[in-house]
């Protein structure tokens, strides 16, 4: 299944890709076409597939089966890393180790390394452009602060900067809001949906589980489950309590309010007068 709506540039294409790993299936014929300027949500139950899909949409990952074309480029005709850099990733689990500034962390984003390469110094363009980044994503006046200093909502957005620095037509963000409280992650929210003011043309596809962790700019969905397209399309279309219910194979109301989603699981039917009903009962078996 592949939806799309809009009349941008396509970014991103997954043609009936199959991924088969040591004989197991983990995607079967999963079709994607993402255009500039659309921001979708990646969404479905643990090991859905949705890490696999997003390898190949950060040009990680060779398909089994179908073609994946990114910006333009076919995977297996292009040179990797090349195309990696016009490709912004955010990942809260950035394995970096040293105690850098977050304007070096940010400046690492057009080196393409988790450290500040030996012998690399940016140029005075690009430290300002570090800076200006910093700055319009909440960061002002903490350019100097050291990454073991900062709190998770912090790093959230010096992350953000740092895929951005390198311009990319495709930011891909890996459950951003992972380790943070309800004010941190809608203050990362916020952030994320600046970007539809700041980068108009900027494609996004944003993994998740958590309904309310989707910001209000989405405007895409594919819903996964058992590595299978279970809906694809309109975020509004898509995000719905039948659909979600059937990814997550358990009864689950969504609503969404003031732009945001949110999900609840349907309570079980109450007691009879009789007495309790055995947990048996409740999960159908006699």
């Known amino acids: 299944m592949s939806v799309a709506t809009s009349t941008g540039t396509p970014v991103l294409v997954l043609d009936e890709v199959t991924f088969v790993r040591s004989g197991s299936t983990i995607l079967d014929r999963v079709s994607l076409t993402v255009r500039s300027g659309e921001h979708w949500a990646l969404l479905g139950p643990n090991g859905a597939g949705k890490s696999t899909i997003l390898g190949f949409c950060g040009a990680m990952t060779h398909p089994t089966s179908g073609t994946v074309e990114v910006l333009g480029a076919r995977l297996g005709r292009v040179e990797l890393q090349a195309l990696r850099r016009s490709i912004g990733h955010v990942n809260p689990r950035h ?3 040293s105690p850098l500034s977050i304007r070096d962390v940010v400046l690492t984003g057009l080196t393409g390394t988790v450290e500040t390469p030996m012998r690399w110094e940016p140029d005075t363009a690009q430290t300002r452009r570090a800076d200006e980044l910093i700055d319009a994503l909440g960061l ?3 350019a100097g602060s050291r990454w073991p200093t ?6 959230g957005r010096a992350l953000i900067a740092r895929a951005l620095i390198s311009d990319p037509r495709l930011l891909l963000l890996d459950e951003p809001s992972t380790g943070l409280d309800v004010a941190a992650r809608e203050q990362l929210l916020e952030t994320i949906d600046l970007l539809d003011q700041t980068h108009p043309g ?11 962790e989707l910001p209000s700019t989405t405007t895409h969905a594919l819903l996964v489950a058992h590595g299978r397209v279970v809906a694809a399309g309109s975020a509004t279309d898509v995000i719905t309590t039948q659909n979600v219910t059937r990814a997550f194979e358990h009864p689950i109301d969504v609503e969404r309010r003031d732009g945001r989603w949110s999900a609840r699981a349907r309570r079980a039917a109450p007691a009879t007068p009789a007495g309790p009903r055995r947990i048996e009962e409740l999960h159908g078996v006699r």
Request: net charge neutral.
């Open 95 to 97: 394995p970096l180790q």
């Open 140 to 142: 002002a006046g903490k």
């Open 150 to 155: 900062l709190s998770q909502g912090e790093r």
């Open 202 to 212: 900027l494609a996004s596809i944003l993994v998740t589980h958590h309904l309310e």
